[in-house]
């Protein structure tokens, strides 16, 4: 642990190199996630509920979403850029290194600059954590966490299974950007709105309504089944294929010339 | 100790041809091709030598260094590494190696050197003590002391490879990979390089493996030379022994006075003009002697000189026998 705090201070110091960029990077990651979060408010100026889900239960489950993505995006960077990793040899640099492969990805690059996402996510938190009418005990504080933690777990694995593929194939890696960018899309409603595939989709395959729609049907108060706050727990092991599935690909690695 | 026995590694590349439409195709099928790039290596390297392993681009040099590393895992074939298999035992394995991949960096780029020195030395668990004693002598020997406080992306190409070979070296690894430690650099820190390399070896009994296409590297530093080409070991000796194998070739320089040299028909003439004049000669068919005594005979000779078939011929012309 101690060691993974090195890097960060490492790759802070890199990143602080270049000041106005950095900032820039921050600002723009603000921006971005800004105008997403104004088009969702036009749209409930008009119509007033989605799906039964009011304008401030919709913010949390966007909230939501946004912390966890950005900051899976932040410190499992590594994984998404994984792809260039092989390609620039540093892969290799890696395994030469006796510490773990995945700790060594993982710090491989850490994305400060996403905390401008991050801290918009804070931001419309803090203003639907009180406007949503839930009543905040103990178990909703809970459940809140758990899906903020679920979500980190499901994006994460989503990157290292989009790792895992860039051994085989680097061409048509995009296509993974469906499940990674797409969740966070889809993620930012309640995803039954989208219908029973989807959502069963979602459910089954990749995990996301597990730390999203089931727990907030709980956190709303639409159900009483106490079952539902350990959903996102559950959704984690989705990392334990994801993983296996990295590590057989590192077994077929193979390398860059040079 | 390194021993290497029947290594064979096969890479399957994705070929297709030129074009928009063939890449089209691509996306539905692809096509393999099957490059053998070890086929059958063995070797065994004992403890504190120093070797050059030579041989032509794409001839699996790279690939060996990168089994030897327990980066690649090879097909079939047993590595054994000072008792440890590489790609079993990974982290214990290269906890004892360092790794200078001469076109790739391991320091940070945008940080001072001794930043990513001191990560290392947190990545290799290096006790305090011997990481001073260590950095103290490296920047010494290698006469760092001023540049480790700058950013690497800031350093020249020379600066930058004696940093990430010290960086290699701070946790006192028994064997060290050089993949072409030496290209790109001028002449002065080549010859750093060079001279650091030979004191490790000797001071502290690190056995060395260098690959490179520069054959004054392999002049100055190693006594064996593995050569491999199309996936196998082609040769395994002395560059002695190497140069004996092939140099009845002889080069004499000669500067003398007057127009032309007359010759022997045995000399071949590479060139001879203004008075200076380079024959090449074949030993077995006249030796040195009589060559120079005909010549300093029939001109009057200011200076004259006796060359051996230069190690970069010798390579090439090896290469040609072996058919690479």
Redesign the interface.
Known sequence: M??YF??LS?LL???M??KASFFMMVVGQFLVSFTTFLGMWFMFDRIQSVDGFTFSEVLLCFALMLLAFSATECFARGFDRFPALIR???L??I??????VIFQVLTANVEFSRMGRFAQAILVLAYAIPTSGIVWTGDKILTLTLMFVGGLGVFTALFVLYAGISFFTI??LEFMNIFTDGSREFGRYPLSIYGEGVLKFLTYVIPVALFQYYPLLYLTGRSQNQGLIFLPVLGMLFLIPCYLFFRFGL?K???T?? | MIELKNIRKTFRVAKRNAGLKAAAKALFRKEYTEIHALQDVSFKINDGEMIGYIGPNGAGKSSTIKIMSGVLTPDSGECLINGRVPWKERAAHVQEIGVVFGQRSQLWWDVPVIDSFELIRDIYRVPEEKYRKNLEDLTELLDIGEIVKTPARQLSLGQRMRCEIAASLLHDPRILFLDEPTIGLDAVSKIAVRDFVKTINREKGTTVILTTHDMQDIEALTERILLIGKGKILLDGSLEQLKSRKSTHRTLTVDYVGERLPLLPEMQVKKDLDGHAEIVLDTEKLSISDAIAHISAAAEVKDISVAGENIDDLVVSLYKEFAL
Do not use: N
């Open positions: 101690k060691l090195r890097y490492m110091k890199s990143q190199q270049y620039s040899g540093e290799d640099r395994l030469v290194r006796p510490r773990g061409e048509g077994r690695y193979q390398s010339g040079s």
